[in-house]
């Protein structure tokens, strides 16, 4: 079983910046991915950014060059860092873990955390 915690989410103006942090914790798992999904009002769920254990980053088109992730396997957290942040921007976003069991390393498990509010002002 796994657990996720985020924080750092709040308000911003339009141009500015907000950093996330995910923190995950348990015992018996392997973490393979981490990454930050998104929900705005009346929108299916995004993919915002993830990283790989590999170190692999993929990132969705309309925050490339402006959201850096960053993962660190020793504390297993993940962090995303959102600069020259837009209105568009403003959604629910998600910490995802993605892994498996160590007596069932070939089958992945996806965890989620809680969501943290992300707002834009303009």
């Known amino acids: 079983q796994v657990q996720l915690v985020e924080s750092g989410g709040g308000l911003v103006q339009a141009g500015g910046s907000l950093s996330l942090s995910c923190a995950a914790s348990?015992?018996?798992?392997?973490?393979?991915?981490m990454g930050w999904y998104r929900q705005a009002p009346g929108k299916q769920r995004e993919r915002v950014a993830t990283?790989?254990?590999?170190?692999?980053?993929n990132y969705a088109d309309s925050v490339k060059g402006r959201f850096t992730i960053s993962r660190d396997k020793a504390k297993n957290t993940v962090h995303l860092q959102m600069n020259s942040l837009k209105p568009e921007d403003t959604a629910v976003y998600y910490c995802?873990?993605?892994?498996?069991?160590?007596?069932?390393?070939?089958?992945?498990?996806?965890?989620w955390g809680q969501g943290t509010q992300v707002t834009v002002s303009s």
């Open positions: 995802k873990v993605t892994g498996a069991r160590t007596w069932s390393p070939r089958y992945e498990h996806d965890y």
């Open positions: 348990g015992s018996s798992f392997n973490i393979n991915t």
């Open positions: 990283v790989t254990t590999a170190g692999s980053l």
